[in-house]
């Protein structure tokens, strides 16, 4: 059994993740600032994670075995958790990205010591690429034994089809499924064949259980992805079987076109969808027993249940989007007829 501290532990990722390590015996203590009580038997420490003193005042609750960083976004987050921890824990897992990686790759799968020099523009790789490089320079000077795993796109039962045109959360993918479920056609990046990746947080979760405590893990890093990559136009295949729609059309559109004409609905699409997400996970299956037990298919499906339970969903589609989609086509016919009368 070890003792285990998690900064968050209620979230997306960390909630299996913690109900993880409790069935597997372990005595878990929990750093977060909420007080509904998700896991009632569990101690829990309530503090800020961009207050110092708070996590130093977690810290005193230890030793622990392992600290795991779910709610790190900055480089100070980094350097605090170095001042509270260090000395205080064998081993310190930090949540990370698959988007610190350099984009385009020089070769698939991506390893996990891939380049790691994110576009300036993307803050959010940016700031974890840092994190990570300030976590590994604490533990070569014998902080802690760090354990970076790197997650790819995680769904949950109450999540939705990720919106190529479109934000964060589920009100921003409501014109996506609607399109989907109305037999619209679906812009997708390219010509469609760009790989994505969609894990059920339950497999994402399973790799934290499996590194903590683990020194197979210390001082390694993990990338994480489905066992399936799947292109755009499989994604969303797969996503209307599920949900019961039509066999779905797409428009194949450049994201540098896409990005300029909407810029405000197209920030994950310019920073990540349109590059390849297809990453090495043999590491996590040899020292982590890292396993994809949800298919998109199934996760899918219980995305559609779920939302059926709830009776929340109301279709609305997007009336820029769907500008986008049918002018789109009207110059695309048009190039087309205008090229038909060049010479050969």
């Known amino acids: 059994m070890s003792k285990i501290l998690i900064l968050g532990g209620s979230g997306l990722i960390s909630t299996p993740m913690t109900q993880g390590l409790i069935d597997r015996g372990d005595e878990v203590w929990l750093f977060r600032r909420g007080t509904d009580d998700v896991f009632s038997d569990v101690p829990t420490i309530h503090g800020n994670r961009d207050n110092l003193a708070?996590?130093?005042?977690?810290?005193?609750?230890?030793?622990?075995?392992?600290?795991i960083d779910m709610i790190g976004?900055?480089?100070?987050?980094?350097?605090?958790?170095i001042a509270a921890f260090s000395g205080k824990t064998k081993q310190l897992i930090f949540c990370s990205t698959f988007n610190v990686f350099s984009q385009p790759v020089p070769g698939l799968p991506i390893s996990n010591?891939?380049?790691?020099?994110?576009?300036?523009?993307?803050?959010?790789?940016?700031?974890?690429?840092?994190?990570?490089?300030?976590?590994?320079?604490?533990?070569?000077?014998?902080?802690?034994?760090?354990?970076i795993i790197r997650c790819s796109a995680t769904y949950q039962e109450s999540g939705l089809p990720l919106p190529i045109i479109g934000g964060h959360g589920n009100d921003a993918a409501i014109p996506t499924l609607t399109r989907i479920l109305q037999g619209k056609p679906i812009v997708v990046p390219g010509d469609g064949t760009s790989t994505w990746s969609a894990t059920f947080r339950d497999d994402t979760a399973s790799a934290f259980v499996g590194a903590a405590g683990n020194e197979k893990a210390y001082n390694k890093a993990y990338t994480l992805m489905s066992e399936t990559s799947l292109t755009w136009e499989e994604y969303y295949r797969i996503a209307a079987r599920a949900w019961d729609a039509p066999e779905?059309?797409?428009?194949?559109?450049?994201s540098d076109l896409v990005s300029a004409c909407?810029?405000?609905?197209?920030?994950?699409?310019?920073?990540?969808?349109?590059?390849?997400?297809?990453?090495?996970?043999?590491?996590?299956?040899?020292?982590?027993?890292?396993?994809?037990?949800?298919?998109?298919?199934?996760?899918?499906?219980?995305?559609?249940?779920?939302?059926?339970?709830?009776?929340?969903?109301?279709?609305?589609?997007?009336?820029?989007?769907?500008?986008?989609?049918?002018?789109?086509?009207?110059?695309?016919?048009?190039?087309?007829?205008?090229?038909?009368?060049?010479?050969?």
């Open 54 to 67: 708070d996590k130093q005042a977690a810290a005193a609750k230890g030793p622990f075995d392992c600290v």
């Open 73 to 81: 976004f900055t480089k100070q987050h980094a350097l605090d958790d």
């Open 113 to 147: 010591d891939g380049p790691r020099h994110p576009r300036t523009s993307f803050e959010y790789a940016l700031d974890k690429a840092d994190m990570e490089r300030t976590f590994e320079a604490a533990a070569q000077e014998g902080a802690f034994a760090l354990t």
């Open 248 to 254: 779905p059309t797409f428009v194949h559109v450049s």
């Open 262 to 344: 909407l810029p405000q609905k197209t920030f994950w699409l310019k920073e990540a969808f349109h590059y390849h997400c297809y990453f090495d996970i043999t590491p996590a299956k040899q020292d982590l027993g890292y396993r994809c037990k949800t298919s998109w298919y199934e996760g899918s499906l219980m995305q559609k249940a779920w939302h059926e339970r709830q009776g929340d969903i109301h279709l609305q589609d997007d009336p820029e989007y769907e500008f986008f989609v049918s002018n789109y086509a009207r110059l695309e016919r048009e190039l087309i007829d205008s090229c038909r009368g060049l010479s050969s």
